[in-house]
C-alpha cells in the first residue's frame, strides 16, 4: 500500500564510479641503480602491485593498467597481449594457488613476465648516456587507453561533439561513466626535449578531468610538477624511498570521485618555467614568436623563427628587457589616473614580498 | 528499490554480534569482500592508511584530512568502520581490528594456507566442456524459472521445493489457503521488477535466515557465499575444501543458478554470473545487468529463442502511451501486465497501453514509477534505442506524474526525541543531528526533533555527558 | 538525558492530515503519538501500513466520481 | 527491407562507384572548393549508402567509423596563424531569436552554444582576448569588456538565460561597438568580429557601408552564423571585410550545424598577407608560483593573500596570470598557457588506411590494447581481392578497421585516432618508440631537430638575459 506514500520513491542512491587506475613507472636502470641502496626495482615493483590490488580491491569494477617509461621506449606491462598469452600456457601449476585473488595473481605474473622481457631486452651498450625516460610516449599511452576504457561518451562532450552520444553496435555500457587518474612513479630527472609532447599530453588530461598524479621518489622536473598543478592531481616528492608503499596507500590511494572529500597535501611551490624550442633549456624569462608562440632563450638568428618561418621584427624589443610595445599603450591611455595608484601600492608591497 | 535490499544485507551484518565478525574476518576472501562491498569509499581509505601502519594513528590525525564540507560523508566512514567492527578505538587513537588486518594483508598479497578463493580445478579432463553460454543459460533458466513460478504458480515449469518453501517464508508468496498454489504478494512484485543481482540477494539475504532454523552455522555460509564473488566465471572449483555445511548450501544455490554442478562430476562446481558478481557494489551490479543480457544475447542459438528475443529487447513505446511487446515469453508479459492494459494478443506481438489507471494500479502493488521506467529503457527495442532519449519523454514525465498524483505524504521511519533538559541542550543535539544529516525535522519551542537513527546521537550525548561530568569535577 | 521514540515521520498536506486525526481518533488513538504542527506528526511503525490503508479507503470514496469518468474515457482510441 | 536483400545484391556492384563519388573525403572536399555544390545535393540518402548490403551491421559501423574520420581529414600543413587573437562575438538578442526551430529556442541554444564557443575558443588561443556584444531593441548591448579570462564571459553569457529576447537587432550600432573595442588592440594580433544573427533585418540609425568600410579600414575580419536564411547584407559584410571570401557566412541548417559552424571560427584564422599583422617578437617571463607563510600585498590588485607568482625579473608579487608585471612591463604569462595552442605548429600527420595484407602485422590497438579484427582467410594470401582494396582507402575508412601512423607505422584503431588527432595531439606510438623509429617529420619539428641537433656545436650559446632594468618605475 505505497500508493499514498511518496517517501519510497525519492531515495538518493549515492554511488561512486568505478575507477581506472593507470600507473606509469619510470624504469630507467641508471636511475634505479642509483637508488638500489634504498629501495630496488623488484620492491618497488612489489609495492606498486600491492597498490594495485588495494586499488582493484576498492570496487569490482575497478580497472587497472601499467605503463613501463623505459629509456627508449614506453609498453605496456599490463593489459600486455603477448604476456597474457605466455603466463596462461605457464600458468597450470599456479592454478592451484586457491589462496590468492585470481585477478590479483594474474596482473602480478604479468606485470612480472613483462617486466623481465623489458629488462632483458634491454642491451646494456643501447644505455650509453641516456639518462631518460619516454615519459610523454608512456602519458599518450595511458591517455589513450583511458580514453578507450572510459568510453567516448566523455569524448563527446568535451570535445567537438562527435554526433550524438550512444552509438549502437558498441556494447561498452559496463565501463560507460568510469573515473580514471594516472599515477606517475618517476625516478629520473629532466624531460626538457619532449616538452611539447608532454605538455600536449598535459592538456589532453585535463581536458579528460583525468588527475596526473606524480610520485617523486628521485630527480626533479618541473613539467611532471606542472602537470599534477593542471590537471589538480597530487605532486608528492618522497622523503623516505623506502617507505614507498606507505606513501602510495596513504596518498595516492583515493580515485577522483572521493578525493573532493580530502584535502590533498600540502601543495609546495609550482615551478612554471618553460622550455625553449632552441636549444632545449628551461627558461623563466623567453622570447615569444607572436605568430606562433614558440619559446626562444635568446632571439632566433637571422631574426626568422624557426618554427613558422616568420621573419620576426625584433626591432619591438629595442633593447632586451625593454617593454614591449603591445598592450602598453592602451593602458597607459585608459588607466593613466589607476596606474599612479597601482604603482604606489607595488612600491609598498615589494619591500615585504619575499623574495622565493 | 535496488538500495533497499542493498540496505537489507547491510543491515543483517550490522546485526550480528561481534563475535561473529571475528570469525567472518578469519577468512581473507570474506575480509575482501566486507572491504569491498560495505565500506563508503573514504573509510576503504582509511583502512588503506591504517593497513600497513603498526601503531595506532588518532583519530583527530585522520579526520583532520576531510574537509570540513565532507564532515557527513566523515561520520558516516567512521561509524560504518565501527559497526563492522573493523577498527578500535582506544584513547583517541584508531587501529584496525588484528584478524582484519591480517587477514586483509593476506588477501592483497596472496600467501597463507587457507584456501578461501577456491580451489580451482583443471577442468581439461572433462568429457563436456562447460562453456560460459552454457552457464549463462543455466543461470537465466534456474533464475527465470522462479520469476515465472511466483508470476504463473500453476505453469509448467515448477521449481524445487526449496525455492518454493523460501519464496513463502520471504514473504513474496503467500499461501493463501490450503491446498492451493500460493499467491504473489506486493513484496513479491516490487522483488519481480527489480535489478537481478538485487533479486538473488534478496534471496539469499532470506536464505541465510532461514539458515538459523535449520541449525546451518551462518558464518559458513557467509563465507561460503562471499568466496563465490571472488571466483572467475567458467572455472571449475573443487569441493574437497568446502564443509559439511558449504556443501548442503551448493545445493541449494543450484537451484537458483547462482552455481552449476554437472551430476556426474560432484567433487566440482562451477559459479555463475550471477554468484561471481555477488560482492559487486552497486555500480557493478547494473553492468553486471547489462552484461548478462548481452552474453544472453551472444548465446542466442544456444538458448531457447524466445528466451533470447525476450532478453534483447522487445518493448516500443509510442508517444501516445501505446506499448508493444515482440514477444511470447509468458514471463515477459505478465510482468507488462503489472503495469500495463494489456489489448490484444498476436502470435509474437501483444499490444498494450499505459494508462493512469495501469500505472497507479501498479504503484499501488508497490512498484515505483522509477522501476517501471527502468524496465521499458533495459528491455527497449533496438529501434527505440536509436534515439538520443531512449523513451519519448512525455512518456517518462506522465509515469512520474501519475505516481505523483497518488502521493498524498512522505514517511521517514525514525526516532522522535523529546524531553530535552535545557534549551541549550536541546540546540546541541540538533546541531549535531543536522551536521550528521540525520536530522529530520524539529521545533525548537517545543523542543521536539526527529532523527533517522539514533546510534550517533545516543553515542554524542553520552560522550558530552562524560566531558561535562569531567568538566564538573575540574 | 531526552526520552527516545521510535517511529515514523509523516509529511503531508493539512488536509490529508485532518483525515489522519479523524481516522486516528475513530480507532481510538490508536496510530498517532505525537502531533507535531499543521503537515506533520508521528506514527507507530507497525500501524503505518494499516494507516495508508486507510487513508486510501477515505480518498477513493471521495474521489470516486472523477475515477469513474477517467475509466470510461479511456477506452476510447484503444486499438 | 529484409526480403528484398537478395533482389539487390546482384546490382549493388553496380552502385559502388557512383556512392564512393558521393562520399565527401579528403577528396570530396577540395573539389568542393573548387565548384561550390549546393546544400540540397550534399543529403545523403539511404539507397545511395549501400546499405543493400547484406551485412546491415557492418555497413553502420563503417559509417560510424565514416563520419569519425572525416572530422580527421583536415588540412594538415602547419601554417601561419595569429594566434594572439582579439575577436568579439556579437550576439542577437532580438525578437527573432524567440523562434522555437532550434530546439528548445533560438535564443537559449545560441547562449549555450556561446558559452561553449568561449569556452573552445580560450582553449584553442590561450592568450587571445574577447568581448561579447548583444544586439536588442535597436541598440548594442556590453555584456562583457574585453579580457582574457573565459569564466567571465561565460558568466555574462549565462546572466542573460533569465532575460528575454525583445526588440530589432542593429546590425550597425553592434559593429561600430565592436569596432571601438578592437580599435585598441596591438598591431601584432588579429582583429575578428563574430555573430550570431538570427533575425532576417536588421534597424540601423545610419549607413552601414560607411561601417563596413571603416571595418576594412581597421582591418577588422567579420564571419557571421546565420540561423534563418540568407540575408544580403550579411554576405556583402563579410565579403568585404574578408577579401572577398564568403566562406565564413553560413546559415546553420539544425543545431548541430550551428554548433559545428559557429565552433569552426575558434580556430585561429589563416593570416593572409604577411603585412595584414606585424610579427613581433614579444619577450615574456614564465613565473612560479609560491605559497608563503604569511599574506602580503599582491602588486596587481592590492589584496592580501598567501599565495601569488613572482615576476621573473624583477621579483612583484602578482596574484593573477596573465598580466603585465606592474612594476618592470614584463608580459606575464603561465607557460602551460603558451603551450596550449603548440598543436597547432606541430600538427599529428593524418594516418592512413590499412589494407588487410599488412593488416596481418597487429593484432591490436598499439594505443589502447583492444582487438582488431582477424584478417579474413581471403585476404591473407595476396588475392585480387586484396588488390581491390586501395581503391576502397578514398572513402576515409580503413577496411581493415586499422590506421597506421605514417612515421613509426605502428597501428591504430579508429577510437585512438580520433582521439590523438583531436585531443592529445601526440602520436602514442612515435613518443613511445622514442629514438628507434625516426620521429615524425613536420616541417617545424624537422627544422627544430635540425637546429637542435646540429645545434650542439653549431650556433654559439646564446648571451644570457641582459639584466633587468634597474627601476623601470617613474611616476609621471
Redesign the interface.
Known amino acids: 500500500m505505497d500508493k499514498v506514500d511518496a517517501s519510497a520513491h525519492y531515495q538518493g542512491v549515492t554511488e561512486d564510479k568505478p575507477s581506472l587506475l593507470v600507473v606509469v613507472l619510470d624504469t630507467n636502470p641508471f636511475a634505479w641503480q642509483s637508488l638500489h641502496s634504498e629501495l630496488p626495482l623488484q620492491t618497488a615493483l612489489s609495492h606498486i602491485l600491492l597498490f594495485l590490488n588495494a586499488h582493484l580491491s576498492f570496487s569490482h569494477a575497478n580497472r587497472v593498467a601499467v605503463i613501463a617509461s623505459h629509456t627508449k621506449s614506453a609498453t605496456f606491462l599490463y593489459p600486455n597481449s603477448a604476456a597474457a598469452a605466455e603466463t596462461a600456457e605457464t600458468s597450470v601449476d599456479l592454478y592451484r594457488d586457491a589462496n590468492k585473488y585470481r585477478l590479483f595473481a594474474s596482473i602480478e605474473r604479468q606485470v612480472q613476465s613483462s617486466m623481465q622481457r623489458l629488462l632483458s631486452s634491454t642491451a646494456p651498450e643501447s644505455l650509453a648516456g641516456t639518462n631518460e625516460t619516454t615519459m610523454a610516449g608512456a602519458l599518450s599511452l595511458a591517455l589513450a587507453y583511458i580514453n578507450r576504457v572510459c568510453n567516448a561518451d566523455n569524448l563527446s562532450d568535451s570535445g567537438e561533439g562527435s554526433g550524438g552520444g550512444a552509438r549502437p553496435g558498441e556494447a561498452r555500457a559496463d565501463t560507460a561513466s568510469m573515473t580514471a587518474r594516472i599515477l606517475v612513479v618517476s625516478v629520473s630527472g629532466d624531460l626538457a626535449n619532449q616538452y611539447v609532447s608532454v605538455m600536449n599530453s598535459i592538456f589532453a588530461a585535463q581536458r579528460q578531468r583525468v588527475p596526473i598524479d606524480i610520485c617523486k621518489i628521485a630527480g626533479d622536473t618541473v613539467f611532471l610538477q606542472q602537470a599534477s598543478d593542471s590537471t589538480n592531481g597530487i605532486y608528492m616528492q618522497l622523503q623516505h624511498p623506502s617507505a614507498l608503499l606507505q606513501y602510495l596507500l596513504s596518498c595516492f590511494m583515493s580515485d577522483p570521485s572521493t578525493r573532493h572529500h580530502l584535502i590533498p597535501p600540502s601543495q609546495i611551490n609550482v615551478d612554471f618555467r618553460a622550455a625553449c624550442f632552441c636549444h632545449k633549456r628551461v627558461v623563466d624569462i623567453g622570447f615569444v614568436c607572436s605568430i606562433c608562440l614558440s619559446i626562444f632563450c635568446s632571439p632566433p638568428p637571422g631574426a626568422i623563427c624557426t618554427t613558422c618561418n616568420t621573419k620576426l621584427d625584433v626591432s619591438a624589443l629595442g633593447n632586451y628587457g625593454g617593454k614591449p610595445a603591445v598592450v602598453l599603450m592602451k593602458k597607459k591611455k585608459i588607466k593613466k589616473a589607476k596606474k599612479v595608484l597601482n604603482d604606489s601600492a607595488a612600491d609598498s608591497s615589494t619591500p615585504g614580498t619575499p623574495v622565493a | 528499490m535496488a538500495p533497499s535490499t542493498i540496505r537489507g544485507f547491510d543491515e543483517y551484518l550490522q546485526s550480528l554480534p561481534p563475535i561473529t565478525f571475528q570469525r567472518l574476518y578469519q577468512q581473507p576472501a570474506t575480509a575482501l569482500a566486507i572491504f569491498r562491498r560495505m565500506l563508503p569509499s573514504l573509510a576503504k581509505i582509511f583502512v588503506t592508511t591504517l593497513l600497513y601502519n603498526d601503531r595506532p594513528i588518532p583519530l583527530a590525525e585522520l579526520q583532520s584530512w576531510v574537509r570540513t564540507e565532507s564532515y557527513r560523508e566523515r561520520e558516516d566512514a567512521f561509524s560504518k568502520l565501527r559497526r563492522l567492527h573493523i577498527t578500535q578505538e582506544r584513547a583517541g587513537n584508531v587501529s584496525i581490528d588484528p584478524i582484519f588486518k591480517k587477514n586483509f594483508r593476506l588477501a592483497l598479497t596472496g600467501g597463507g594456507d587457507h584456501h578461501s578463493f577456491g580451489v580451482p580445478v583443471d577442468a581439461s579432463d572433462d568429457r563436456k566442456k562447460v562453456s560460459i553460454s552454457t552457464l549463462d543459460n543455466y543461470a537465466a533458466n534456474q533464475f527465470d524459472c522462479i520469476l515465472h513460478y511466483m508470476v504463473e504458480p500453476s505453469g509448467q515449469r515448477q521449481p524445487n521445493p526449496g525455492v518454493k518453501i523460501l519464496l513463502i517464508t520471504s514473504g513474496l508468496m503467500k499461501q493463501s489457503e490450503r491446498g492451493h498454489q500460493p499467491k504473489i504478494t506486493q513484496a513479491g512484485f516490487s522483488f519481480i521488477l527489480q535489478e537481478g543481482n538485487a533479486q538473488i540477494w534478496a534471496l539469499l539475504i532470506q536464505y541465510l535466515e532461514m539458515c538459523e532454523s535449520l541449525q546451518m552455522e551462518k558464518t559458513e555460509v557467509l563465507h561460503f557465499l562471499l568466496m563465490l564473488g571472488s571466483l572467475e566465471l567458467g572455472q571449475a572449483y573443487s569441493t574437497a575444501t568446502l564443509t559439511q555445511t558449504q556443501i548442503k548450501v551448493l545445493a541449494d544455490l543450484k537451484d537458483y543458478g547462482v552455481v552449476y554442478q554437472r551430476k556426474s562430476m560432484p567433487d566440482r562446481f562451477y559459479p555463475t554470473r550471477l554468484a561471481t558478481t555477488l560482492t559487486s557494489d552497486v555500480t557493478g551490479l547494473r553492468s553486471t545487468a547489462a552484461s548478462f543480457t548481452q552474453a544472453l544475447v551472444a548465446a542466442g542459438p544456444v538458448a531457447p529463442p524466445s528466451e533470447a528475443a525476450g532478453e534483447s529487447g522487445f518493448i516500443i513505446i509510442e508517444t501516445n502511451y501505446r506499448v508493444y511487446a515482440y514477444t511470447n515469453n509468458p514471463l515477459s508479459i505478465a510482468i507488462l501486465d503489472l503495469f500495463c492494459k494489456l489489448g490484444s494478443r498476436f502470435p509474437n506481438l501483444v499490444t498494450a497501453k499505459l494508462t493512469r489507471a495501469s500505472i497507479q494500479r501498479a504503484i499501488a502493488n508497490g512498484i515505483t514509477a522509477d522501476q517501471i521506467i527502468d524496465y521499458l529503457k533495459v528491455h527497449a527495442h533496438p529501434v527505440m534505442r536509436k534515439n538520443v532519449l531512449i523513451l519519448p519523454p512525455t512518456v517518462v514525465d506522465q509515469i512520474r506524474l501519475w505516481q505523483i498524483e497518488g502521493e498524498r505524504m512522505k514517511t521517514t521511519p525514525g526516532f522522535l526525541f523529546k524531553d530535552f533538559a535545557s534549551e541549550w541542550d536541546f540546540q546541541d543535539t540538533a546541531r549535531y543531528a543536522e551536521e550528521l544529516g540525520i536530522l529530520a525535522w524539529k521545533d525548537s519551542k517545543r523542543r521536539l526533533m526527529f532523527a533517522t537513527r539514533t546510534e550517533q546521537i545516543v553515542d554524542y550525548l553520552k560522550r558530552r555527558g562524560e566531558q561535562q561530568a569531567v568538566g564538573r569535577k575540574v | 538525558?531526552?526520552?527516545?521514540?521510535?517511529?515514523?515521520?509523516?509529511?503531508?498536506?493539512p488536509s490529508?492530515k485532518a483525515i489522519l486525526l479523524k481516522i486516528d481518533q475513530d480507532a481510538g488513538h490508536a496510530y498517532i503519538?505525537?502531533d507535531?504542527?499543521e503537515s506533520?506528526l508521528?506514527v507507530k511503525?507497525q500501524k503505518?501500513?494499516d494507516l495508508?490503508?486507510q487513508?486510501?479507503a477515505v480518498?477513493r470514496k471521495t474521489s470516486m466520481q472523477e475515477?469513474e469518468e477517467?475509466?470510461s474515457g479511456?477506452d476510447d482510441g484503444?486499438? | 527491407m529484409a526480403d528484398s536483400d537478395s533482389d539487390y545484391i546482384a546490382s549493388s556492384g553496380d552502385e559502388a562507384p557512383k556512392s564512393k563519388s558521393n562520399k565527401t573525403g579528403k577528396r570530396g572536399k577540395r573539389a568542393g572548393r573548387e565548384k561550390p555544390r549546393e546544400r540540397w545535393e550534399e543529403i545523403q540518402r539511404a539507397w545511395d549508402l549501400g546499405l543493400e548490403d547484406d551485412n546491415i551491421e557492418s555497413t553502420i559501423s563503417e559509417l560510424l567509423e565514416a563520419g569519425k574520420k572525416r572530422r580527421l581529414l583536415k588540412d594538415e600543413t602547419p601554417l601561419q596563424r595569429g594566434i594572439i587573437r582579439h575577436l568579439v562575438l556579437i550576439l542577437d538578442l532580438s525578437v527573432a531569436m524567440a523562434e522555437k526551430d532550434l530546439r528548445p529556442t533560438r535564443y537559449l541554444l545560441s547562449l549555450r552554444y556561446a558559452c561553449d564557443f568561449v569556452r573552445e575558443f580560450f582553449e584553442q588561443n590561450p592568450i587571445s582576448q574577447m568581448a561579447v556584444v548583444g544586439m536588442r531593441d535597436g541598440i548594442a548591448i556590453r555584456i562583457s569588456d574585453m579580457g582574457g579570462n573565459p569564466q567571465t564571459h561565460v558568466d555574462a553569457i549565462q546572466k542573460l538565460r533569465l532575460d528575454d529576447p525583445d526588440g530589432s537587432p542593429s546590425l550597425q550600432n553592434a559593429l561600430e561597438m565592436a569596432r571601438g573595442a578592437l580599435f585598441h588592440t596591438p598591431s601584432h594580433g588579429t582583429r575578428e568580429v563574430v555573430i550570431i544573427y538570427g533575425a532576417l533585418w536588421s534597424a540601423d540609425p545610419g549607413d552601414i557601408h560607411t561601417t563596413i568600410r571603416s571595418l576594412v579600414a581597421d582591418k577588422i575580419r567579420v564571419a557571421v552564423v546565420g540561423l534563418a536564411a540568407q540575408v544580403s547584407i550579411c554576405k556583402e559584410l563579410v565579403r568585404i571585410t574578408n577579401a572577398g571570401d564568403t566562406s565564413s557566412y553560413t546559415v546553420a541548417l539544425n543545431e548541430v550545424h550551428f554548433r559545428e559552424k559557429l565552433l569552426e571560427a575558434t580556430t585561429p584564422p589563416v593570416t593572409r598577407t604577411q603585412k595584414m599583422s606585424a610579427n613581433g617578437l614579444l619577450m615574456m617571463g614564465f613565473p612560479s608560483r609560491i605559497v608563503e607563510r604569511t599574506a602580503s600585498l599582491c602588486a596587481c590588485h592590492s589584496q592580501m593573500n598567501k599565495g601569488g607568482y613572482l615576476c621573473s625579473r624583477c621579483g612583484t608579487k602578482v596574484c593573477q596570470l596573465p598580466c603585465e608585471c606592474p612594476a618592470c612591463g614584463l608580459t606575464l604569462i603561465l607557460s602551460t598557457h603558451l603551450a596550449r595552442s603548440y598543436h597547432h605548429l606541430f600538427p599529428l600527420k593524418n594516418w592512413l588506411e590499412v589494407s588487410w595484407t599488412e593488416a596481418r602485422r597487429s593484432t591490436h590497438c598499439f594505443s589502447c590494447q583492444s582487438a582488431f579484427p582477424p584478417p579474413p582467410a581471403a585476404a591473407l594470401k595476396d588475392t585480387p581481392d586484396a588488390e581491390r582494396q586501395p581503391a576502397k582507402t578514398g572513402s576515409s575508412t580503413s577496411i581493415s578497421s586499422r590506421y597506421k601512423c605514417p612515421d613509426c607505422g605502428m597501428h591504430f584503431c579508429v577510437d585512438c585516432d580520433v582521439f590523438c588527432h583531436e585531443i592529445l595531439y601526440n602520436c602514442p606510438g612515435c613518443q613511445s618508440l622514442g629514438d628507434e623509429k625516426p620521429a615524425r617529420t613536420t616541417r617545424g619539428k624537422k627544422r627544430a631537430r635540425e637546429l637542435s641537433e646540429g645545434g650542439a656545436g653549431a650556433p654559439p650559446p646564446p648571451p644570457p638575459p641582459a639584466p633587468p632594468e634597474p627601476e623601470p618605475m617613474v611616476i609621471d
Open positions: 538525558m531526552p526520552r527516545v521514540n521510535k517511529g515514523v515521520l509523516v509529511e503531508c498536506d490529508i503519538i505525537e507535531l504542527d506533520t508521528v511503525e503505518l501500513a495508508k490503508h487513508l486510501d480518498l475515477r477517467e475509466s479511456d484503444d486499438f
